[in-house]
């Protein structure tokens, strides 16, 4: 069994990222930039966008992080936006989810120009990974396909099972995988709350990418002998007796699933690393595409 180590992966990535940067700089030129929007200070949010911020600093990035209250207007939120996208030094921009109730996401994700869209959640973004055109793929579904490929795991004529149907992770992994490239040619499903009989859908994965948000849900009942698990789930469980309180858990039983599995991703440590990666790489493809 082939634990699917993020750190190993996203290590690679972040020093080939390291090596592009310092020849731009090196060139004379600036390094690329990206600025990140936390709205309000859900512990979850803070740690990843500290995490992204720390990132762009150790492979060279620029990065500015904007905080705006919990209170904040959706109009001051869109304007924040608006001079973001006017701003000519900064290449990517992105607004940490979730945001408070009394702002709409989706007006939020639309005011971002799709230029700057590191995130690709915009709709211009997603019709063009639609369509198989070269766009900012979704941070997370994009690690897991450069973990995929770091590992030399091959997805052609696999069937791949996908739990979780949301714009950020399993709509855009079921684009990824079905699309006629090195990483797709799947055959692909997709489940979600309705679907009846979902742990034999599941036993038919050769590939089973867990993206529902609920901790440890995926049993070893439910998997296929040697399949590739890959464990998008990172939430956080209550536990006195960690040191913070609680405890980050997947969406896979990784102890029992790991026994069945050809391989595994291992939570934390596996996805989480290659979302940043795919941050970073979408952030250097609008500084280039940009320039
Ligand atoms: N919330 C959970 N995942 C993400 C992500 O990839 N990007 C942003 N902006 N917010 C998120």
Redesign the pocket.
């Given at each position: 069994m082939l634990v699917l180590d993020g750190k190993i992966a996203s290590h690679a990535i972040k020093e080939s990222l390291k090596t592009q940067v310092a020849s731009i700089v090196q060139s004379g030129k600036r390094a690329p930039h990206l600025a990140a929007i936390l709205v309000g200070n859900n512990g979850a949010?803070e740690t990843?966008v500290a995490s992204k911020v720390k990132n762009c600093a150790e492979i060279g990035f620029e990065s500015t992080l904007i905080r705006l209250e919990a209170n904040v207007t959706e109009a001051v939120l869109l304007a924040t936006i608006e001079e973001l996208n006017n701003n000519d030094l900064i290449d990517g921009i992105?607004?940490?989810?979730?945001l408070p109730k009394h702002i709409s996401e989706q007006k939020v994700i639309e005011a971002i120009n799709p230029h700057k869209d590191v995130?690709g959640?915009h709709p211009t973004s997603a019709g063009k990974l639609v369509q198989g055109l070269p766009t900012f793929i979704?941070?997370?579904p994009y690690g897991i396909v450069l973990m995929l490929e770091h590992f030399n795991i091959t997805t052609k004529g696999k069937h791949a099972v996908i739990i979780g149907r949301s714009n950020?992770v399993g709509r855009p992994m079921s684009i990824l995988l079905s699309s006629n490239s090195p990483f797709g040619n799947c055959t692909v499903t997709i489940c979600h709350s309705h679907t009846p009989n979902l742990k034999d859908i599941c036993l038919q994965g050769d590939i089973l990418v867990a993206a529902l948000g609920r901790p440890e849900f995926v049993t070893a009942d439910m998997v296929k002998d040697g399949a590739v698990v890959i464990d998008v789930g990172i939430t956080r469980v209550e536990d006195a007796s960690a040191k913070k309180g609680f405890r980050i858990k997947g969406d896979v039983a990784y102890n029992e699933v790991a026994l069945k599995a050809s391989a595994i991703t291992p939570v934390p440590g596996g996805v989480g690393l290659m979302?940043i990666a795919g941050?970073l790489k979408n952030t250097l493809q609008a500084y280039l595409s940009n320039e």
């Open positions: 949010s990843y992105l607004v940490q989810l979730p995130d959640f979704p941070a997370t950020i979302t941050l």
